[in-house]
């Protein structure tokens, strides 16, 4: 029989699925075979440094007339919402690869220094060592975070059964002895905390909200000192993440955030608190028998709402996710940037902002910015996927066969430079380091295009590109 540690470390491997793109994607799909893509407004981009409000009005998705789950209310479409102009400076970015010098230097953030960290999947050790990714991301690429995904369901398999935390014991104790600062994605409540279970059970939160915010103080209780931001959640806008009998709800989830938060805060203040970054998917749609059953909504509408439950107050720092499929970092959607030899034409053909990281990333600052809030942001998730030289590629991954790997260094290093020169970004995690080598899916990994690692282990170009990146704090 097998000890639990080792069960808990296969059903992780099992539990590597595709990201948020491939909903988006075949989302996507979908709507350019039916016909009934509806293009969203977006927030104006600023230039010269310059935020300025939007004057487009944001138009409905196809499924935006559907109830809100639970709260019986219309999901509210993007809205503008009054704001003074503000003044971000933003500097001439750097040619790519150039050294720092004095010009290029930025000032400080006002929230402490700029974090370059990368996603990991710390709970498979090479060869053993727990310590060897962490070697790497440190010592290598030369960054200062690193990321781990913590599920809840894998330490309380049974409500009444002892913790297991062999898990995670490692990963952090790796972390804090290379001197990284970790931080923690929380997500995935036991089935045993919950009352709605399908035919297919997927990640969602507990019926009693306050067991997950107990959770969250265990872990800050348990890893004292070790732990500098905790994510709370993942993409609560996909029902994968979010499968309830009444759908996805935003108030709901904030809820779940203000209790978590003041679980957080009430133990250990110094660790950021980050909202779940959500799935930009651009639109909203129900379930095939219950349209009133949200199970995805597009992430401008999905954060609007956010912000009129008032989750500014319960998070330093605001999650985003983006993968930037077959466009460079710094294309806004709507700047008629076209590549005619893509053969995955969604970007070019259906310009929408969802398919940009750079008017996702200013848009969701200058939505904050419009309610008053001046907090900064945090990739969790970014990075661009290349499957040159390969034969296969994971089913709605076929922009990966557009980027080569100069492509996916280039615009991996463009990506940190660009936030740290936005000067609003605290913290960025590239996705990611070496789920390739560890997932065991081979090239149909829908994780494996976006690695800093080949399958067997060595360096893509990314790995040195990103490794002779300089790092300004």
Known sequence: MQSPFWENLQAALNRLKGRSLVLAV???????????FCAFGSLSLPTEGVLVPATEEATKGPSSEAAAPETGEEPAPTATLPVETIIIPTPTPAPFGAEPTAASLLPPLPWGEFGYGAAVQGVIPVIGDYTYSMRQVKEQLGFNWVKQQLRWDDIYHTETGQPDWGLYDPVVEAAHEMGLKLMLSIVDSPEWTRSYIDADPLGAPPDDLTLYANFVGE?????????????????????????TANGLNPERYVEMLRLAYQAIESRDPSIVVISGALSPTGMTGGDSSNANRLIYMDDYTYLTRMIEAGFLDYVDCIGVHHNGINMPPDVAWNEGYNDPTASFRGPFDN??????????????YTMAQQAGYNKPLCLTEFGWASAEGWSAVAESFDFAWDNTLEEQAKWDVQAFQLMRQWGF????????????????GGETDPNAPYSLLNFDGSPRPAYGALGEMPKIP
Do not use: C
């Open 26 to 36: 075949m989302i996507w799909f979908l709507l350019l075979g039916t016909g009934l």
């Open 351 to 364: 310009p929408h902002h969802s398919w940009s990281f750079k008017s996702t990333i200013w848009d969701y």
């Open 425 to 440: 970004i605290q913290l960025a995690f590239i996705w990611n380091l070496d789920y390739a080598q560890k997932g065991g």
């Open 219 to 243: 872990v800050v209780d348990r890893y004292k000192g070790k732990v500098h931001a905790i994510e709370v959640w993942n993409e609560q806008n996909l029902n994968r993440e979010w499968d």
